[in-house]
Structure formats: structure tokens, C-alpha cells
């Protein structure tokens, strides 16, 4: 029997993704996902063992497609703008692909992390094993290496980003064009920090 078809299984992640939009991850059944794609519930199972195979296929594929460019915009020079651009990708990205960001605003936990199987949980911590390499590569690039750098960019890349996207996700507004402007502002003034932790004072 051939390998089922990618085209097949991002359809199937297709339907599922819509259905967390409109519902959240409880949302997300066999027999939900086989109604939304027109498809039999047997194929499902045919490419996913389970729920919490196809939901660890769905959070993981949304990650990863996320990771793509994020890791893109760390890795760039100078140093002090791939921070600007990390920050601006996850806005970006985000106004782009509302219900993938819907996925990722929730988080693993949510999506019966716990019953992954193995494989998944391995591709798991490989990409936040990418993000929190390229996150430490990137403060040794700006002259700063200590562990509260490194916590200082995961604020200014991820955390405030994401808080700004979470917030106009839960009014049901969408996203401002002045958003970008916003997070790269954030980000630049929390770069703008001494090696020591402290901001430079402003004159």
C-alpha cells in the first residue's frame, strides 16, 4: 500500500485547524475533522493512530511552519536588527495565518501533549531546542551571553509579540498595522539594556 499523500494529511490538518479557530482544541475530534473534510473517519486513522496523534500533527506542523521564518530573522545580521525582525515576524506572521496563530496562542498542554507519541514529542523539543539555540547564538552575536540576555531576547522576540497578538485574537479585532511599529519600539528599548541587566538611562 503506498504512503498516504501529504496533500491528504494537510487537508485533513486543514479542517482540523478551522475547527480549533471556531471551538478551541476540544473542538478537535475524529469524527469532527472527518465531517469538515468530507473525508471517512477510516482515513483519518488511516494517517494518524489517534486524537492525540493528529492533534500532536496539527501543533507541530502550526510550530513549525511558524519556526521557519522566526529562526530565519534570529540567524540574520546585524545582530541588534534580527531582533527587531524576530519580534516584527511573529505580528506578521500572525495577521497572515489567524487560525494557526489561534494553535499557537494555546500550547502543546492544550492539545493532549501529554499522549503525544514519542516521535512527536521528540520533533517537540528539537524546535524549541532550534529557537533556544539561535536565541543564545544571538545574544553572544549582540555581546551579551549571560542567562538573563538570553531571557531578555525571549522577551523581546516572543513573549511581548505574542502578548500584543493574544490580546487583539481574544477582542476579536484584528491585529493594527501599527503593531509592528509597537513590538520592534519594545524590542529595541529592551536591547538597548547593559550587560548587567539594567536599561541605559536616557538623556
Do not use: K
Not at 517537540?124 to 555581546?143: I, W
Not at 531576547?153 to 509597537?182: C, K, M, N, Q, W
Amino acid at each position: 500500500m503506498g504512503r498516504p499523500s501529504r496533500h491528504d494529511i494537510d487537508r485533513l490538518l486543514d479542517a482540523a485547524a478551522e475547527l480549533v479557530a471556531a471551538g478551541g482544541p476540544s473542538a478537535v475530534t475524529v469524527s469532527a475533522v472527518a465531517r469538515a473534510a468530507l473525508a471517512p473517519s477510516g482515513s483519518i486513522y488511516h494517517r494518524f493512530p489517534g486524537r492525540s496523534a493528529m492533534l500532536a500533527a496539527l501543533w507541530l506542523r502550526t510550530a513549525e511552519r511558524f519556526q521557519e521564518g522566526f529562526l530565519a530573522a534570529l540567524n540574520a545580521d546585524p545582530p541588534a536588527r534580527a531582533v527587531l525582525d524576530a519580534a516584527r515576524h511573529v505580528v506578521t506572521w500572525s495577521r497572515a495565518h489567524p487560525d494557526e496563530t489561534r494553535i499557537l496562542l494555546y500550547g502543546p498542554a492544550d492539545f493532549d501533549g501529554a499522549n503525544w507519541p514519542a516521535e512527536a514529542r521528540e520533533r517537540l523539543e528539537q524546535g524549541n531546542g532550534r529557537v533556544m539555540s539561535a536565541l543564545r547564538d544571538l545574544a553572544g552575536r549582540l555581546g551579551r551571553d549571560e542567562p538573563h540576555d538570553v531571557e531578555r531576547l525571549l522577551l523581546a522576540t516572543v513573549d511581548l509579540p505574542y502578548a500584543t497578538v493574544r490580546r487583539h485574537h481574544r477582542s476579536g479585532e484584528p491585529i493594527p498595522a501599527y503593531a509592528e511599529d509597537l513590538v520592534t519600539g519594545c524590542a529595541a528599548a529592551l536591547i538597548a539594556g547593559t550587560a548587567d541587566g539594567t536599561t541605559t538611562p536616557s538623556r
